[in-house]
Nanobody, 123 residues
Framework: EVQLVESGGGLVQAGGSLTLSCAVS????????IGWFRQAPGKRREGVSC????????WYKDSVKGRFTIFSDKPKNMVHLRMANLKPEDTGVYYCARSLGAFGPAPGMYDVWGQGTQVTVSS
């Protein structure tokens, strides 16, 4: 069974940092993409960042460029999202998800999702 499990969320003050982790298990593939998404109350789920498993190519939403870094730990089958200089507007439930080949921020590209982890940034 394919599983993605997020961890690392929490409450942090504006300007602080958090690192989210996504543990990936249950499948073997050389060509897949892991994306990070977030959903604030009353808002649509939006793509924040994604990374290609085979070459590390990454994409970032404009509002997080220079503050967030996505990276993978292949031996441990994990993908991390390091978030720095957090802002209140970064608050939301963060999800990681898998895409088999398609690369980009559209949620419809991803077929397996984790359960989410809450990130709350206080002002």
């Amino acid at each position: 069974e394919v599983q993605l499990v997020e961890s690392g969320g929490g409450l942090v003050q504006a300007g602080g940092s958090l690192t989210l982790s996504c543990a990936v298990s249950g499948f073997t593939a050389d060509n897949y993409v892991i994306g990070w998404f977030r959903q604030a109350p009353g808002k649509r789920r939006e793509g924040v960042s994604c990374i290609k498993s085979y070459d590390g190519t990454a994409w970032y939403k404009d509002s997080v460029k220079g503050r967030f870094t996505i990276f993978s730990d292949k031996p441990k089958n994990m993908v991390h999202l390091r978030m720095a200089n957090l802002k209140p507007e970064d608050t939301g439930v963060y999800y990681c998800a898998r895409s088999l080949g398609a690369f980009g921020p559209a949620p419809g590209m991803y077929d397996v999702w984790g359960q989410g982890t809450q990130v709350t940034v206080s002002s």
